[in-house]
């Protein structure tokens, strides 16, 4: 029972660091919402992951063969589960990119995008990313534990979590513009990182989330620097 106890704690805490990139992306894209609907979004999002993550459990055993070969090529043996990485890392690139690009350039598009931006579409946006990485969550899951109550657990946890952090988030975010182009750059990192893991090239999660640590700390530092810098004018 004990064993049982570690394993769940451990996998508890597994998921939500690899949670931690599904409440930035929801938290960026909510944003664009009107004030009424952000709310919504988030919880539409979290909600919808764990509902895909209980039911890729329940498909346990399809979940297991997207880690087989399907076929390989120049030397890089590429599996179900390969592929949905590399295509979500693609679009996560493309849309941190294109974030960064409205954030950074003229105020135009920006607005031209922003009316573009209704609820529909950036919860679709959240649903195909919540499947990578609920697909990637999921067969972690797998490998580090056989009890399926743990893996049932576990999800739910995280998933409230997920939920009661994700407000907090959004709105630190939101009130300072600096952190959300970090944030942004982030998701590019986390982008990459899932197309290497695709093409069978393991970068590994500590040395990701150190790096955004660092950088999250320096930004902090610069932040009260130039807070003071103010006061003292």
Request: a neutral charge; one cysteine or more; charged letters at 15%.
């Amino acid at each position: 029972m004990t064993d049982s106890i570690i394993a769940l704690f451990s996998l508890i805490a597994l998921e939500v660091v690899l949670g931690i990139d599904n409440i930035i992306f929801i938290s960026i894209l909510s944003d664009k919402l009107p004030e009424n609907q952000r709310n919504k979004l988030r919880y539409w999002g979290i909600g919808l992951a764990m509902v895909m993550r209980l039911l890729l459990l329940a498909a346990i055993s399809w979940i297991l063969k997207l880690d087989t070969t399907i076929f390989s090529f120049s030397g890089v043996d590429f599996s179900g589960k390969g592929i949905i990485l590399i295509v979500g890392g693609i679009f996560l690139i493309y849309k941190a990119t294109k974030e960064i690009y409205h954030k950074t350039e003229t105020v135009a598009p920006e607005k031209k995008t922003a009316t573009k931006a209704t609820f529909g579409k950036l919860l679709g946006e959240v649903i195909l990313l919540d499947l990578v990485f609920s697909v990637d969550s999921i067969i972690t899951a797998v490998g580090m534990v056989d009890e399926l109550w743990i893996m049932y657990t576990a999800v739910v946890v995280t998933v409230l979590i997920m939920l009661i952090a994700s407000k907090p988030i959004s709105e630190f975010i939101k009130k300072h513009p600096s952190f959300k182009i970090l944030a942004l750059c982030f998701l590019m990192m986390i982008g990459v990182s899932l197309i290497a893991e695709g093409f069978q090239f393991h970068i590994p999660k500590g040395y990701i989330y150190f790096s955004m640590l660092f950088a999250f700390l320096v930004d902090i530092i610069q932040m009260k620097t130039i807070n003071q810098v103010n006061q003292q004018q």
